[in-house]
């Protein structure tokens, strides 16, 4: 097992504990530059001082995207602009973007977590890499690009477009890493079938920017012959680099000298425990120019308890989706990545489902309409009854709850164009 930083990456709880403490105060004080973290601080009455464990970080304000938002544009920079050196923005759906800025020394760590990651799936200065990302404002481009360079790979600014001319990059130049989002990763396997150029010397895939999932893991494994690495970041938190796959495939390796993690319930915003699936707020504990105290970050997942034979710190599980789309039915919390999870798992089921939530005699109800392929839609009556007893079974063993399944004639359901919007919840908001 190689490590780019071995002391850093292997360190143990209690010393882990003492830097933690130590960089928070120091975030504190950063961030005590910021008009919006004064304010907030003041208002909680707490000050770097006051922090003595890792856990009194619950006492501190959280920040929200909106907040960002609304310092737009540099309303959270903690350092004159003298000494940021880039800038990043996130693209907003709406309004305007959010600001990211680096000082040079953020632009050193950023890289450095980076160069922790792709030697930790096995890469090194034998490594032929072709970025296939964006290397404009987001931060998937350049990100990875430094840090790749810094551990020494031989490394391609290839971006995104030009397929045929990727395809041949990665056979001209015997390529054997690449990294770019999952989707487009099937879409190159798929062209290169086409023009007959087979790209034997891939062996990493590196996979982000959108979630996917384990059916998609063996497909691209299958169809690019490569071993899958899934990568997670966001631009507020520098970018690309925040956790990593290691090669035991088993959650994300979250680099806790650097981020203080802590999983809430998005409804509530209580602390919950190892194993408890939740929105992941973080902590930057080493950001100079942009400094954030308890960020939501809206992606759900869990803090793993189990030990990585690895040697690295705790793991936090793959992404089951955004805490945007939650839903509270009956004081349960259900994401309907779930309820697609258990879906897809059924053969009987074709692709298209709806979700619809109504509040009946101040009860929570939830109807599953469900396409189904049409060879058992034309069946026999009773074995539509199994199928539906079937689906709404395991659909409570994974959500604890009870729902209503319906079948429906496969192509019934509306088709989406773009995001899919399968929810609709209808109760009267309260
Ligand atoms: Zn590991």
């Keep these: 097992m190689r490590y780019w930083d071995k002391a850093i990456e292997t360190i143990q709880p209690e ?13 504190i004080k950063r961030a005590c530059h910021v008009p919006f973290y004064q304010h907030r601080l003041q208002e909680a009455g707490i000050s770097a001082d006051d922090i003595t464990k890792t856990s009194d970080i619950k006492n501190l304000p959280f920040t929200k995207k909106q907040d960002l938002r609304e310092g737009y544009p540099f309303g959270f920079f903690a350092v004159p602009l003298k000494e940021i050196v880039r800038i990043h923005t996130t693209s907003g759906t709406t309004g305007k973007p959010t600001v990211v800025g680096y000082t040079k020394g953020d632009l050193d760590n950023w890289s450095d977590l980076i160069a922790r990651n792709l030697t930790m799936i096995g890469l ?117 680099g925040v956790a990593f796959e290691c090669p035991e495939h088993n959650g994300l390796h979250i680099w806790h000298d650097s981020f203080l993690v802590e999983i809430i319930d998005p409804a509530t915003g209580e602390p919950l425990g190892p194993n408890e699936r939740g929105e992941l707020v973080i902590t930057p504990l080493t950001k100079e120019a942009m400094p954030l105290l308890r960020y939501r970050t809206g992606d759900i997942t869990m803090l793993l308890d189990d030990v990585c034979p690895c040697g690295r710190g705790r793991k936090i599980a793959r992404f089951t989706g955004r805490s945007d789309d939650m839903l509270v039915i009956r004081g349960i919390n259900v994401f309907p990545s779930q ?48 199928i539906r007893e079937r689906i709404q079974r395991a659909l409570r063993d994974v959500l604890e709850l009870r729902t209503n399944v319906r079948l429906v004639e496969p192509g019934s359901l509306p088709r989406f164009e773009g995001k899919a919007k399968r929810v609709i919840d209808r109760r009267e908001k309260m």
């Design 15 to 27: 010393e882990l504990e003492k830097l933690q403490v130590k960089r928070l105060q120091e975030t």
């Design 124 to 240: 090194s200065d034998d490594d032929i890499f072709q970025n296939m990302v964006n290397y404009g404002m987001f931060t998937g481009g350049l990100g990875f690009h430094y840090g790749a360079e810094k551990a020494g790979l031989t490394t391609i600014p290839s971006a995104t477009g030009n397929t045929k001319r990727q395809i041949e990059m990665i056979h001209d130049f015997c390529v054997t890493a690449i990294h770019c989002t999952p989707s487009y990763a099937l879409h190159l396997a798929e062209v290169a079938e086409e023009l007959q150029i087979p790209l034997d010397s891939l062996k990493t895939g590196i996979f982000g920017a959108e979630p996917w999932s384990d059916q998609m893991r063996t497909e691209l494994e299958e169809k690019l012959r490569v071993t899958a690495f899934d990568s997670y970041g966001m631009s507020e938190l520098y970018g690309p």
């Design 339 to 386: 309820i697609e999870h258990v879906l897809l798992s059924i053969p009987e089921v074709a692709g298209s489902y709806m979700v619809y939530v109504d509040r009946v005699n101040h009860m929570d109800e939830m109807i599953i309409e469900v396409e189904i392929n049409r060879q058992f839609f034309s069946g026999e009556l009773a074995d539509l009854k199994t």
